[in-house]
């Protein structure tokens, strides 16, 4: 039997809920995907303590669904991706936030996160939770081979290629990570990490 490598150590398990703050949050992060994105903002208010870091393709996408920054502060903390070296990520080792989600995700964004590129606060934040042990939720866009969505003046099909589908099911593979693909998904998973913190819901689904 042939002894694991030193790179080869067992995992470590997720961030203790006694390592976060009392009052420690969501940090939800935002990219420039259309699909599913106000029914993702709609289950971001229901959660309690929530902060939204938007990339810079979803600041010039949210606003095509109703979304300006004036909007979104009245219902949010909002962080923006204006440094180079992603300032706000270092919230995150000082107990700050106890999970990150990234609803909706694209492509692009699943892509870099699958290969360990991290240049937009999304990814840097995706990939900081990840060193630290923290809990992750990505909302994956591109899943089927077929994918019905909403632009911001039509309904339209998209159709996903091999390499996109592929780094779907290698992110899922990743450590701390729970990856899901419709927005029941999503709800089921904040709802078991609600559960963990003994946290519930601000307001109901109706």
Same mark, same amino acid.
Request: charged share 25%; hydrophobic share 40%.
């Given at each position: $039997?042939? =002894? &694991?490598? +030193? !790179?080869?150590?067992?995992?470590?398990? +997720?961030?203790?809920? +006694?390592?976060?703050? @009392?009052?420690a949050r969501f940090a939800w992060c935002v990219?420039?995907?259309? !699909?599913?994105?106000?029914?993702?903002?709609?289950?971001?208010?229901?959660? @309690?303590?929530?902060?939204?870091?938007?990339?810079? +393709?979803?600041?010039?996408?949210? @606003?095509?669904?109703?979304?300006?920054?004036?909007?979104?502060?009245?219902?949010?903390?909002?962080?923006?991706? /204006?440094?180079?070296?992603?300032?706000?990520?270092? $919230?995150?080792?000082?107990?700050?936030?106890?999970?990150?989600?990234i609803a909706p995700a694209t492509s692009n964004? %699943?892509?870099?996160?699958?290969?360990?590129?991290?240049?937009?606060?999304?990814t840097n934040m995706y990939a900081q939770a990840?060193?630290?042990?923290? @809990?992750?939720?990505?909302? *994956?866009?591109?899943?089927?081979?077929? %994918?019905?969505? !909403?632009?911001?003046?039509?309904?339209?099909?998209?159709? &996903?290629?091999?390499?996109?589908?592929? /780094?779907?099911?290698?992110? *899922?593979?990743?450590?701390?990570?729970?990856?899901?693909?419709?927005?029941?998904?999503?709800?089921? =998973?904040?709802?078991?990490?609600?559960?963990?913190?003994?946290?519930?819901?601000?307001?109901?689904?109706?």
């Open positions: $039997m042939t =002894a &694991p490598s +030193a !790179h080869q150590s067992a995992p470590t398990a +997720a961030r203790d809920l +006694a390592d976060f703050k @009392p009052d990219t420039g995907s259309g !699909h599913m994105l106000e029914e993702s903002i709609a289950l971001a208010r229901r959660l @309690p303590r929530v902060d939204l870091f938007l990339s810079a +393709a979803a600041e010039e996408v949210l @606003p095509l669904y109703g979304w300006t920054l004036d909007k979104l502060r009245e219902e949010f903390r909002v962080l923006r991706d /204006n440094s180079a070296s992603g300032v706000p990520v270092g $919230m995150l080792y000082h107990g700050v936030y106890h999970t990150v989600v964004t %699943v892509a870099k996160c699958a290969y360990g590129i991290s240049d937009t606060l999304p990840g060193k630290q042990c923290i @809990p992750g939720i990505v909302f *994956a866009c591109d899943t089927e081979p077929s %994918v019905i969505t !909403h632009s911001p003046d039509a309904w339209v099909e998209l159709r &996903p290629r091999a390499i996109e589908l592929d /780094n779907v099911e290698r992110l *899922a593979r990743f450590e701390y990570t729970t990856l899901v693909r419709s927005l029941d998904e999503l709800e089921a =998973a904040l709802a078991q990490r609600l559960a963990t913190l003994d946290l519930a819901w601000t307001t109901s689904s109706s």
